[in-house]
């Protein structure tokens, strides 16, 4: 009979096939996590700016006083009130398109805003 003695060259292979393969690169979820915050504050602060035009725009309108502005406002909601079903849509079309031109023109002066002022954060990223 003969003794056969095991090969440790052929375990060693034997246990690198078994275990998993790591992932060539991980996600970082800290950088996710700070560009959605980034992401999401810039769109809030975006909102709060075209609702503060419209504030704006019945303050002008109103003579620059709050009493002008309510005293619009009131006429406004009047209107609004008493309109149709097509008056309505109409109105909504063209509140929803104002809203829209403005945002658009904010985040085009707010563009530099876009990306994160501190510039190591994106070198670590890379």
């Not at 560009?35 to 725009?57: E, P, Y």
């Not at 109105?91 to 510039?119: E, N, Q, T, W």
């Amino acid at each position: 009979m003969a003794t056969t003695f095991p090969n440790r060259w052929f375990e060693r292979r034997e246990r690198k096939a078994v275990m998993p393969a790591k992932p060539a690169h991980r996600t970082d979820y800290g950088f996710v996590l700070y560009f959605m915050l980034h992401s999401l504050g810039f769109v809030s602060v975006t909102l709060l700016m075209t609702w503060g035009v419209f504030v704006l725009f019945f303050l002008a309108i109103g003579g620059f006083s709050v009493d002008g502005m309510m005293h619009h406002l009131a006429n406004l909601s009047t209107r609004y009130i008493a309109a149709d079903a097509a008056r309505l849509d109409h109105f909504k079309l063209i509140l929803g398109v104002a809203h829209m031109v403005i945002a658009c023109a904010i985040i085009f002066f707010r563009r530099h805003a876009l990306m994160p002022r501190d510039a190591k954060v994106l070198e670590q990223a890379a």
